[in-house]
C-alpha cells in the first residue's frame, strides 16, 4: 500500500496527470468529488440568478447575450459532473445530493439580482472571481478535472467581457444608470472577494489540496490578484469599490485591502442568505417537474430498440 | 430488450478484463439515462477526438445533446456517440508488461541509423 502511495505522489511531483482507473489514495478520490461536484452545483445554480433577468434584458442583443451564456454555464455543469462520474459515483447520486442540500455549491449565487446591473456586475466580478480559480486548476492533477476545466476557460472568457461591457454601456449612460451601475459594484464586491474561500490561515482542505496540486494557488493568493487586477479595472468605468480601506502598496507590490465579513460569509455557507432557499427550490422544483420526461424518454427509447431488436 | 443501465466511464475497464461478465453491479435504477462517450470531428480531414460524455435515452438524443453541448462555437463538423459500457480499454496496472515490448526496439525509430553528411534528403 505504502508503495502504490509514493508511486502516485511520484506521479504528482513529475507533473504526471491522475486518470481514472490509476491508483489514488481514497481521501484523494473523495476531496475530488467533494470539489469537482461543488463546482458543477455551482454552475447549475449559478443559471437561476441570471435567469431571472432573461425576459427582462433590455434589448434583443441583451438578452441573446445572456441566453448564451446561461447555456454555456449549462454546458459547464455537464462536464463537471461527466468528470465528478469519472470518480465512480452516479450522476443521480450527485444531483440527489444538491437538491437534499447536503452538497455545497458557491455561497456567491445566494444573492439576488436585483436591478439589470447586477447582470453586468456578475460576469465582470463573480465570473472574473471563478476564472482566477479555474484558470489554475486547468493544471489540476486528474485528468479528467483538468480537461473539463481548460473547455471552460476557453468559453468563460467572453462571459467576463461581456458583463464589463454592459457596465461600461451604464457607466457612460444616464444618472440613473450611473447609480444602478455603482449601486450593483457595491453589492457584488465583497461577495465576490468570499467566492476564494477562507483565508489560508483557516482554510481546512488547502494543504492537503497543494500537495496533491489539485489546487496550485492559495485562497489568499488568487484573492490578492483578483483585487490587483479589479481595482485598475474600475477606474475605466469611473466607479469605485466599496472598501475605504483598498489602497497601492508600492512596497508589497500589491493593493492592500479592508477585512472581509467572515460572519456573513459563513452565515451564507450555512444556509442563512438571502436566496438560499430559493434556490434549492428552484432546483428541486425543476427536478420533479422534468421527472416525467426523463422516464418518458426511456419508455421510448426502450420500445424502439425493442422494435429493432424484433424486426 | 431492456437497456442496460450498468455504467462504465470512460478511461474505464471492467472489472473482468475485457469487458466480459459486466452484469455483475446492478443498476440502481432502470429509469436512468444511460451514459454515452461523443467523439468530435473539428474539420474535414482530421480524425474524430473524444470531447467528453453525456447522458441521453437513445443514440439520437445523445447526437443532438452533443451537437448542443460540445459545438456550440463550431467545435465540430461531424459526432460519433457510443454507450461508454461498449468501451473496452487496456488497463493501467498493466501497461509496464502491455508496452515493454515497444521499450527497446530503438531500431523502429531513424535516428538509429547514422548516416555519413553527405547523404541528402534521407
Request: glycine share 6%; hydrophobic share 35%; proline share 4%.
Amino acid at each position: 500500500m505504502q508503495d502504490l502511495e509514493k508511486l502516485f505522489q511520484d506521479k504528482i511531483d513529475t507533473e504526471i496527470k491522475i486518470e481514472p482507473k490509476d491508483w489514488m489514495p481514497e481521501a484523494y478520490r473523495k476531496t475530488l468529488i467533494r470539489q469537482i461536484s461543488q463546482h458543477a452545483h455551482s454552475e447549475i445554480v449559478g443559471m437561476l440568478p441570471e435567469g431571472n433577468w432573461i425576459t427582462r434584458a433590455p434589448s434583443l442583443k441583451r438578452k441573446a447575450v445572456l441566453l448564451a451564456k446561461i447555456q454555456d454555464e449549462a454546458g459547464h455543469g455537464l462536464y463537471l459532473y461527466a468528470a465528478t462520474e469519472t470518480l465512480g459515483v452516479t450522476r443521480e447520486s450527485t444531483i440527489d445530493d444538491l437538491n437534499s442540500g447536503k452538497a455545497k455549491y458557491s455561497s456567491i449565487f445566494n444573492y439576488p439580482t436585483i436591478s439589470w446591473a447586477d447582470i453586468g456586475a456578475i460576469g465582470w466580478l463573480v465570473d472574473g472571481a471563478a476564472i482566477m480559480n479555474q484558470v489554475m486548476l486547468c493544471r489540476t492533477s486528474y485528468g479528467p478535472y483538468a480537461r473539463a476545466m481548460v473547455r471552460i476557460c476557453k468559453e468563460e472568457s467572453f462571459h467576463q467581457r461581456q458583463g464589463f461591457e454592459a457596465l461600461l454601456v451604464l457607466s457612460r449612460g444616464s444618472k440613473e444608470q450611473k447609480v444602478m451601475c455603482q449601486d450593483a459594484i457595491n453589492r457584488w464586491w465583497w461577495p465576490s472577494l468570499m467566492m476564494f474561500g477562507p483565508k489560508d490561515s483557516e482554510s481546512t482542505h488547502s494543504d492537503q489540496s497543494m500537495k496533491w496540486k489539485i489546487k496550485r494557488m492559495s485562497n489568499d493568493e488568487l484573492r490578492q490578484r483578483f483585487i490587483d487586477m479589479i481595482a485598475e479595472q474600475v477606474k475605466v468605468l469611473n466607479m469605485t469599490l466599496p472598501d475605504p480601506e483598498l489602497k497601492w502598496n508600492d512596497i508589497r507590490g500589491h493593493y492592500d485591502f479592508g477585512e472581509i465579513n467572515w460572519d456573513e460569509f459563513w452565515q451564507v455557507v450555512k444556509g442563512n442568505g438571502p436566496c438560499n432557499r430559493e434556490r434549492l427550490e428552484a432546483r428541486n422544483k425543476a427536478h420533479e417537474e422534468g421527472r416525467w420526461v426523463r422516464e418518458a424518454a426511456m419508455a421510448y427509447a426502450q420500445k424502439k430498440a425493442g422494435k429493432k431488436a424484433a424486426a | 430488450m431492456s437497456f442496460q443501465t450498468r455504467k462504465f466511464f470512460y478511461g474505464d475497464i471492467p472489472e473482468v478484463a475485457g469487458g466480459q461478465n459486466v452484469s455483475s453491479q446492478p443498476s440502481i435504477n432502470e429509469n436512468n439515462w444511460p451514459l454515452w462517450e461523443v467523439f468530435i470531428r473539428s474539420k474535414q480531414g482530421l480524425d474524430h477526438k473524444h470531447a467528453g460524455s453525456l447522458h441521453a435515452a437513445d443514440a439520437q438524443m445523445a447526437i443532438e445533446n452533443a451537437r448542443d453541448v460540445y459545438t456550440r462555437r463550431m467545435e465540430g463538423v461531424s459526432i460519433w456517440v457510443v454507450e461508454s459500457r461498449y468501451i473496452h480499454a487496456s488497463n493501467p496496472e498493466e501497461s509496464e508488461s502491455l508496452y515493454e515490448p515497444a521499450n527497446d526496439k530503438v531500431y523502429r525509430h531513424p535516428t538509429f541509423y547514422v548516416l555519413p553528411e553527405a547523404v541528402k534528403n534521407m
